[in-house]
């Protein structure tokens, strides 16, 4: 099969190069089954049977700096570079991670039949101008037609060579809207156990990139039924079949059911917020009581939530910005939308959930209300919405005043000290207590009439 595929000048180049100095070399990975898809393309990855040392000798700006024979080409800031490998065959994955031993290849049949899927495992040969032949060994196009996901050669092997590929099926089916081939599937399942010996670092980023994904709720329901989701999320796994349908309760499935669809109506794209979605009620399989009359009750689950969400974030590595906002994601998002909350309570809601982090709360709720069954919104939640915008308005520490610890030593005639902090706490008291606008003349004014 012959294609037309225009390319970054800085590819091209390096196609020219490798034509003059007659070498051969193919794009490969990802990104060919990104160019039959027709998908923006963002990795471009080349294969050779040129070693490192001779790609060096035509790249003299390259790097390499690794067993695995990739030679780095710097593309422009904040680009990813070009990646160029030479081909390889590798043998013995004692850590189901990394090969134990790595040569250099003599055939591009050799280096595609280590590859993960058959959907990977396509090659471009360039010709002329524009046009590449498509080099596919192991049928990835009929895959691709078939919306498939299929391992190159035995599954069984291929998982073993690197248990995060049972992830990154996962991952490519929930983006691609593929399915994935029975027996690949069920190589998955025998070998879930393996993702253990995975460094929480690579797991956590499969999984972050799982729930960015344009169908979350279906990717994770992927995860869990090839055995990798209680292995990865068991937190979640042992909420299913905790009922939570009671008198007087709107909820109509159990709390894992609930939780997978609230994560599935959850509104935003940020993997975060939607993992906090999935589980801000798995505190409810610590908490649940029934009652003789058949109600139930999960009494401060919020707070269980919270632990689980912190042995998450700690055990999948997160940054301490992911930490925070999961956490105070799950912490409270069993928050009150009463039309006569106080601007205090609006304000203290504001600062547990952080001003950063409001908007995801409330995309946190939508997904809650609707995973329930519940109305997508109500004239309460669009009232606490305007709430929210008004009690920003406001000054939330005392430096948000329009005074400063100056115009009350000159005005009292002090010196710096506890006195200038307790005026100031007095002010911001009135403003935020007892509506006391916060503009300049009318805080001087009032300062002017009081004495401590």
Not at 11 to 38: C, H, N, P, Q, W
Not at 237 to 265: M, W
Not at 358 to 371: A, E, I, P, S
Not at 430 to 444: A, C, D, K, S
């Amino acid at each position: 099969m012959i294609i037309n595929l225009r390319t970054p000048v800085k590819v091209s180049e390096v196609f020219k190069k490798f034509r003059l100095a007659t070498l051969e070399i193919y794009m490969v990975g990802g990104l060919v089954r990104d160019v039959m898809l027709k998908r923006q393309l963002y990795d471009w990855d080349f294969t050779t049977p040129a070693t490192p040392e001779e790609i060096l000798t035509l790249f003299p700006e390259a790097f390499y700096d690794n067993k695995y024979g990739t030679v780095g080409i710097p593309m422009g800031e904040g680009e990813r570079p070009l990646e160029i490998t030479t081909f390889r065959s590798e043998k013995g994955y004692s850590d189901s991670r990394h090969p134990d031993e790595v040569t250099w290849g003599k055939t591009l049949e050799e280096d595609l039949m280590r590859r993960d899927f058959t959907i990977n495992a396509m090659a471009l040969k360039p010709l002329t101008g524009n046009k590449f032949e498509v080099i596919d060994l192991y049928h990835g196009t009929d895959d691709l037609n078939n919306k498939i996901l299929r391992a190159v050669g035995n599954p069984e092997e291929r998982f073993a060579e690197d248990a995060l590929r049972m992830m990154r099926a996962v991952r490519i089916t929930t983006q691609l809207g593929f399915a994935i081939e029975e027996e690949t599937f069920t190589a998955i399942k025998n070998n879930a156990a393996k993702i253990t010996e995975i460094s929480a670092e690579r797991v956590r980023d499969e999984l972050l990139k799982i729930l960015a994904a344009d169908f979350p709720a279906d990717g994770y329901l992927l995860l869990r039924n090839c055995g990798l989701g209680e292995i990865i999320l068991p937190e979640i796994e042992k909420t299913f079949g905790v009922e939570q349908k009671s008198p007087g309760r709107h909820h109509i499935y159990d709390v894992g059911t609930h939780s997978v669809e609230a994560l599935r109506n959850c509104p935003s794209h940020d993997p975060i917020t939607r993992l906090a979605t999935l589980i801000h009620d798995a505190g409810k399989a610590r908490t649940q009581r029934i009652y003789p009359d058949g109600r139930i009750t999960f009494y401060n689950h919020e707070m269980e939530s919270e632990k689980i969400a912190l042995a998450i974030s700690e055990r999948l590595r997160f940054s301490n910005e992911q930490k925070d906002k999961f956490v105070r994601l799950v912490r409270w998002h069993q928050f009150s939308v009463d039309e006569k909350q106080t601007d205090s309570a609006i304000r203290r809601f504001l600062k547990n959930t952080g001003l950063a982090n409001v908007w995801d709360m409330l995309d946190l709720r939508t997904g809650d209300r609707l995973g329930g069954g519940a109305r997508e919104t109500s004239w309460r939640l669009e009232e606490f919405k305007k709430r929210l915008i008004e009690v920003q308005k406001q000054p939330f520490s005392i430096p948000d005043l329009k005074i400063s610890g100056n115009d009350i030593m000159e005005m009292k005639k002090i010196t710096s000290g506890p006195l200038v902090g307790k005026y100031l706490e007095k002010i911001f008291t009135e403003v935020t207590e007892y509506n006391l606008p916060n503009e300049r003349g009318i805080l001087l004014k009032r300062l002017s009439e009081i004495n401590l």
